[in-house]
């Protein structure tokens, strides 16, 4: 079946950075993009941003841009969210998911999740 | 950007009864909408797409409508694992957006 699998809960303190994989499998890595959503504690689901599994190309949304990345390794089908200089306010469930629906996009399945704490 | 709004908050219903949760788009998305259930510890789960399309092995008492600004999700006869937040979210336009979530709660 498809799956989403995510690395492990993170510690770290502000300033460091992160790397956050998800292990696509049960279809071809490069025919969907990856899209990347964050959940603050006890808030809602915001969208990150997505990256084009073909080429490569990330697109970032407002609020993301600079100390995020989103890259790939397909050899491996998986995808990563790299976080740098991190912040407090950067605590939260970040969630790896995939578009469907043609040029539309919801969002099915979903990864586990992958809680990030920065704390000092 | 597309604001969505849910409503209400929090809604406390008893097992076997209806639930209506409301979710307004400040701008038309046309039927560009989906809804998810999320459960305590858990990832977002795909209910519905095209504001009325139930995903795979979603029972039939999930029940989506609306189109344009206005959306409707119905749980028709509430059973003790459906007691969870829901959101909307709109894919009619970049970025894509979700409302801030309606928990429903055992009354």
């Known amino acids: 079946q498809v799956q989403l699998v995510q690395s492990g809960s993170e510690l770290k303190k502000p300033g460091a950075s992160v790397k956050v994989s998800c292990k696509a499998s049960?279809?071809?890595?490069?025919?969907?993009?990856m899209n990347w959503l964050r959940q603050a504690p006890g808030q809602g689901l915001e969208w990150m941003g997505w990256i084009n599994t073909n080429t490569g190309n990330p697109t970032y949304a407002q609020g993301f841009t600079g100390r995020f990345v989103f890259s790939l390794d397909t050899s491996v089908s998986t995808a990563y969210l790299q976080i740098s200089s991190l912040k407090t306010e950067d605590t939260a469930v970040y969630y790896c998911?995939?578009?469907?629906?043609?040029?539309?996009?919801?969002?099915?399945?979903w990864g586990q999740g992958t809680l990030v704490t920065v704390s000092s | 950007e597309i604001v969505m709004t849910q409503s209400p908050a929090t809604l406390s219903v008893s097992p076997g009864e209806r639930a209506t949760l409301s979710c307004r788009a400040s701008?038309?998305?046309?039927?560009?909408l989906a809804w998810y259930q999320q459960k305590p510890g858990q990832a977002p789960r795909l209910l519905i797409y095209?504001?009325?399309t139930r995903a795979t092995g979603i029972p039939a008492r999930f029940i989506g409508s609306g189109s344009g600004t206005e959306f409707t999700l119905t749980i028709s006869s509430l059973q003790s694992e459906d007691f969870a937040v829901y959101y909307c979210q709109q894919y009619n336009s970049w970025p894509r957006t979700f409302g801030q979530g309606t928990k429903v709660e055992i009354k």
């Open positions: 095209g504001a009325s």
């Open positions: 998911a995939r578009p469907i629906g043609g040029g539309a996009h919801w969002f099915d399945p």
């Open positions: 701008q038309s998305v046309s039927s560009k």
């Open positions: 049960g279809y071809t890595f490069t025919t969907y993009a």
